[in-house]
């Protein structure tokens, strides 16, 4: 059974940065690891998602350029770097893993992924 746990969320005023880390254990080597938020009221949103073993790479419109993902193989572990933070970031933060390919499509939909973390709350003030 594979379990994702995130950690690294926090509070941090608007312009700061935070790294995220989402933490898999069990038998998973190939696929896709995406980040996925959600903000109060709103619907879940793909923040950014990275292929295992590949350079292959996808961003939410609002977070490129200030988001950047990547993994670390040794600790099985896959980061979300956030700089320039505004209160609009504040959400809970999930990770997902697909055993799947990710298109530039599939990539953000929710129900293409097998397992979940907990969550990560990351709260930004203005």
């Known amino acids: 059974q594979v379990q994702l746990a995130e950690s690294g969320g926090g509070s941090v005023a608007a312009g700061g940065s935070l790294t995220l880390s989402c933490a898999r254990s069990?038998?998973?080597?190939?696929?896709?690891i995406g980040w996925f938020r959600r903000a109060p009221g709103k619907e879940r949103e793909g923040v950014a998602m990275?292929?295992?073993?590949?350079?292959?790479?996808f961003y939410g419109g609002s977070v490129r350029g200030r988001f950047t993902i990547s993994q670390d193989n040794a600790k099985k572990t896959v980061n979300l770097q956030m700089s320039d933070l505004n209160p609009e970031d504040t959400a809970m933060y999930y990770c997902a893993a697909s055993r799947r390919a990710c298109s530039d499509v599939t990539w953000s939909v929710e129900n293409h992924y097998n397992y979940w973390g907990q969550g990560t709350q990351v709260t930004v003030s203005s």
């Open positions: 069990g038998y998973f080597y190939s696929g896709c």
């Open positions: 990275i292929y295992l073993g590949a350079a292959v790479k």
